[in-house]
Each structure stands twice: as structure tokens, then as C-alpha cells.
């Protein structure tokens, strides 16, 4: 069978692939940690389970409209207003299956043969891909561990031309963990309002941020790009519902009835059990919220800490998120491995520790660790790559 160009075009997401093989290599009965997954390795806070089956037995399992229930919308315009200040009405809301399905219609929605969406490197593994499979044309802009891996207004300027769509600013980051300040924002934000550059604000970590730090929306500090940037978030990351599948974009009404188009021959509405859970996220008690982000707070520092003192690997300390993104060249050409890809597949191989390489993410010569795993198990993992990289060491 001959398939579509368009999918020889792209490539498999990596972070699922690999949390897939690990999975795999468990099952067989080997003692595989697996560094790999972007998910909260809490289960969803009982509250929220709660809801999904009150919801069942009162016969909440019919269709619901394509841009989801009203009452999430609501609950969703409330949160933007209350956590972030931000004015939206229900109308410029849809519910999605998971953030990456809201991604996913946008570029259906906004995107052109030939168009152009930018993309800061490191990226999350789905952004390029996304834009391919919309016949769009993804502009990759390189940065440095030096700019805490954020792009310039300079290095912004330079990319944007005739053909220029969109940008994506992921704050914080998957996979660096950084954050851009307001200052940043607005000079990126004033860059697009001159250009007349959408503006894909995918905020799904936002709730992850910590000692202190805020991470703004860029509609927060330029409100005048409100109508040109589209808001992702979702459930997954914040309240670890990544198997529900509930995702959101908060955007102009127009743009928010293009996404519902494509979702309504696609998808239809996002599961109904899954809405009523996250309204149950968005309206019930934050508590969960809380301790779940104090223990990633507490891994971050502990298992940073042990991080720095492996040879061969550094990392910028991240600010959010739940992944460090580790320059792992070094160790890997020291250990006679032509590629940090292949020496991640040996560390699989042979020490049982799953990392995600950061060919996926633009930049390889890095991997990505995600400590969304117990303590216990992340230090046991470093433990293990330190061993592996001694081991080796020519
Ligand atoms: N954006 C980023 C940056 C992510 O890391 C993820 C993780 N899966 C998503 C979007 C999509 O999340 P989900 O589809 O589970 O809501
Ligand atoms: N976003 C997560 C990650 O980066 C989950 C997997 C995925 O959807 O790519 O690992």
C-alpha cells in the first residue's frame, strides 16, 4: 500500500516512543526507570475520579456540543479571569482532547500550503510535525544555553517574512523548563502586532513554575495582541489527567468556530465523562494542585543537585515544567558513541534507564530527563547514568 506524502513527511512523536519501548522493556520483566514520560506520575486526585463517575451514572455519556460542555467553558473563562486577569467570553473558548488536539486544529484553522509557522528550538516533539500536516512550513529559530535557550526580538525579526503565520512561545518550556519574562514577552508581543504575527501562546505548564517564579501569559502583558494570539492549556500536566484527553484554546470567536468546523468532522466533542472530571478540576479544591507541584519542586533541587555532579552532563537549572535538558555531547563522544541518540539507546540498552534524546526536540546534543517520577527512582537513575558513563569513559 502506498500512503500519503504527508505522512512520510513526518516522523513519530519520540516521547511517546520511547515511554512505549520503556513500558515494553518493563513489561518483559526488566528494571527499566524511565526518564522518558512528560507525565505526572500522580494518579488524578480522587476528587476529580469522583466527578467522571457521578457524571456516568447520571447519564452524562451522550454527545456533547463540538467546543464542549457550557459549563467547562465557564468554569475556563473564570480561571482565565481569576489566575491570569484575562477577559474571554464562552464564545471564544473550545474544549479539545488534550492540548495537543487544540494545537493540532489550529494550524488546520490558520494555515495555508506554504505558510509559515516559527518555532523555537529546543521544541515540543509534535509543533513541527503539527504545522507539516497542515501543509505549513515550520521556521526553526536555534537557541543557546547562554539565552536560558529563549529567543530575541533580533533573532525573532530576522525570521519573520512575507510568508510568516504564526509563532509558537511555549512558556515554560518543554523541554528546557525556561520561562520568559514579562519584558521578553512584550518585545516579542510588539514584534507580532507590528508584523500582524499570530501569536500560539502554549501555556500547559503554567502551573508548573517554581521558588517563586510567575510565568505570565504574553496576553497578560500585551493585551493589545489579545484577537491575534490563541491561549493553549489543559488539564494533563497541572491536575495529571493526561488520559482524560481535555485540553482548551481561548481565542477569537471567528478562529474558535474554524477549529470547531474541523473538529466536527473529526472528533466530535472531547469525551463527556472527561469534561465533567476537569470541571470538577477547575471548580472543586486546588489542594491537589498544590502538593503535586511541592513535590516537584522538591525533585527538581534534590535531583538537580545530583545532576550537576555527573561528569560529562550540564544543565541550566529549569524554573518550570518537569524536565532538565542536558547537554550530554561530551559524555557521549567520551564514551566512543558517535551520536547522543545512540548513546541514549545503549543507556536503555544497558543500564535500563529511558531519556528522550533531543534529536526530536532540535537540539542534539542534548537529552531530556523528566522527573514527573519518584525521587527514589530519578536518583536511582542518575546513579545508574553516572555508573554508565564511568563505565565507558575512553
Ligand atoms: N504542549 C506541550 C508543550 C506539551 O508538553 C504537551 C504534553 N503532552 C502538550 C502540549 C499536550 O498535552 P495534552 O495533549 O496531554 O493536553
Ligand atoms: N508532552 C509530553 C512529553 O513531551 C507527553 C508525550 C507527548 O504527548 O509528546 O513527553
Not at 77 to 94: P, T
Request: charged share 20%.
Amino acid at each position: 500500500m502506498q500512503f500519503a506524502s504527508r505522512v512520510k513527511t513526518i516522523t513519530p512523536s519520540s516521547t511517546l516512543q520511547i515511554t512505549a519501548k520503556a513500558n515494553a522493556l518493563k513489561a518483559e520483566g526488566l528494571n527499566v526507570i524511565s526518564l522518558g514520560a512528560g507525565e505526572p506520575d500522580f494518579n488524578t486526585p480522587q476528587a476529580i475520579i469522583d466527578a467522571a463517575f457521578r457524571a456516568a451514572e447520571s447519564g452524562k455519556t451522550k454527545y456533547t456540543p463540538t467546543a464542549g460542555i457550557p459549563e467547562l467553558k465557564k468554569a475556563i473563562v473564570e480561571k482565565l479571569r481569576h489566575d491570569q486577569g484575562l477577559s474571554y467570553h464562552e464564545k471564544n473558548i473550545i474544549i479539545t482532547n488534550g492540548a495537543k488536539h487544540a494545537l493540532y486544529l489550529i494550524f488546520q484553522a490558520i494555515l495555508n500550503p506554504g505558510d509559515e509557522v516559527i518555532i523555537p528550538a529546543p521544541y515540543w516533539v509534535s509543533y513541527p510535525e503539527q504545522v507539516k500536516l497542515a501543509d505549513g512550513v515550520p521556521v526553526i529559530i536555534e537557541t543557546s544555553e547562554d539565552h536560558d535557550f529563549k529567543i530575541t526580538p533580533k533573532q525573532l525579526e530576522a525570521a519573520i517574512h512575507r510568508r510568516t503565520k504564526a509563532v509558537i512561545i511555549n512558556s515554560p518550556s518543554n523541554p528546557t523548563g525556561m520561562i520568559y519574562t514579562e519584558d521578553e514577552l512584550r518585545a516579542i508581543g510588539r514584534l507580532c502586532q507590528r508584523h500582524g504575527i499570530i501569536v500560539i501562546s502554549d501555556e500547559i505548564y503554567e502551573k508548573l513554575v517554581y521558588h517563586g517564579e510567575h510565568a505570565p501569559s504574553i496576553v497578560e502583558v500585551m493585551p493589545e495582541i489579545k484577537d491575534q494570539t490563541i491561549i493553549v492549556n489543559g488539564f494533563s500536566k497541572s491536575h495529571a489527567m493526561t488520559g482524560w484527553r481535555i485540553g482548551y484554546a481561548a481565542a477569537d470567536e471567528a478562529l474558535i468556530q474554524a477549529m470547531t468546523k474541523v473538529a466536527s468532522h473529526s472528533t466530535s466533542n472531547p469525551a463527556s465523562v472527561s469534561q465533567y472530571a476537569a470541571l470538577e478540576a477547575y471548580t472543586g479544591s486546588k489542594d491537589s494542585v498544590t502538593v503535586m507541584r511541592q513535590a516537584f519542586e522538591e525533585r527538581l533541587d534534590k535531583a538537580y543537585e545530583r545532576l550537576s555532579k555527573i561528569p560529562g552532563l550540564r544543565c541550566v537549572k529549569p524554573k518550570g515544567a518537569f524536565y532538565f535538558f542536558v547537554h550530554a555531547k561530551d559524555a557521549a563522544i567520551n564514551n566512543g558513541f558517535n551520536s547522543v541518540t545512540e548513546w541514549a539507546q545503549a543507556l536503555l540498552e544497558e543500564a535500563h534507564v529511558a531519556v528522550i534524546p533531543g534529536e526530536g526536540f532540535g537540539a542534539p546534543d542534548y537529552i531530556r530527563l523528566s522527573y514527573a517520577t519518584s525521587l527514589d527512582q530519578i536518583l536511582e537513575a542518575l546513579d545508574r547514568i553516572e555508573a554508565f558513563i564511568r563505565k565507558h569513559q575512553k
